[in-house]
């Protein structure tokens, strides 16, 4: 499944609750420039989120407007599923944004969640085609550079991983 906003928010929640400024924050320093939402999506995710019972607004910690935001058991349970999939269709964007956002929040196993990408990953590996791999056709250009996307991306995360358990 796609990583919406919604899933890296409850990630994010996961070892302290926060406001939607602060979340939004965490997000940039996880995902970098290129990957910044602006504060009406994070209160629109956390609205929905609310809804659906995985956040709730904790009054003890919110001042005036700023609401801050603390999960359920329920979202706590949504956010470490969403972090575990590996399904087939896993794609190599997903599998680096669970990365990124588990070592973005303290207290995720992210050893499992490295795991998990290497899983789906490595089923997407390219089968060895004899004589190698024509590049004729576009789609074949495209397969090709797929192909090597997921191999450095697994190196990556083999580097994450032997760095998760280092640390």
Not at 19 to 30: K, M
Not at 34 to 63: C, F, H, P
Not at 136 to 155: H, P, Q, S, W
Request: a positive charge.
């Amino acid at each position: 499944m796609a990583a919406t906003l919604g899933d890296l928010l409850l990630v994010l929640l996961h070892d302290r609750p926060g406001s939607s400024h602060e979340l939004r924050q965490r997000h940039a320093a996880a995902l970098g420039p290129r990957n910044e939402v602006n504060i009406k999506r994070v209160e629109a995710a956390l609205t929905r989120q609310q809804r659906l019972g995985y956040v709730r607004t904790e009054e003890a910690l919110s001042r005036g407007r700023k609401r801050v935001w603390v999960l359920t058991d329920a979202g706590r349970r949504r956010g470490r599923d969403w972090l575990l999939e590996d399904g087939p269709g896993s794609e190599v964007e997903d599998v680096v944004v669970r990365a990124l956002i588990a070592l973005a929040a303290d207290g995720i196993d992210v050893e499992a969640v490295v795991g998990s990408g290497v899983a789906a990953l490595e089923r997407r590996l390219p089968r060895p085609v004899a004589g190698g791999r024509h590049l004729g056709t576009i789609a074949e250009v495209r397969a090709a550079y797929e192909d090597e996307t997921v191999k450095a991306t697994l190196r990556w995360l083999r580097r994450l991983h032997a760095r998760s358990q280092v640390a």
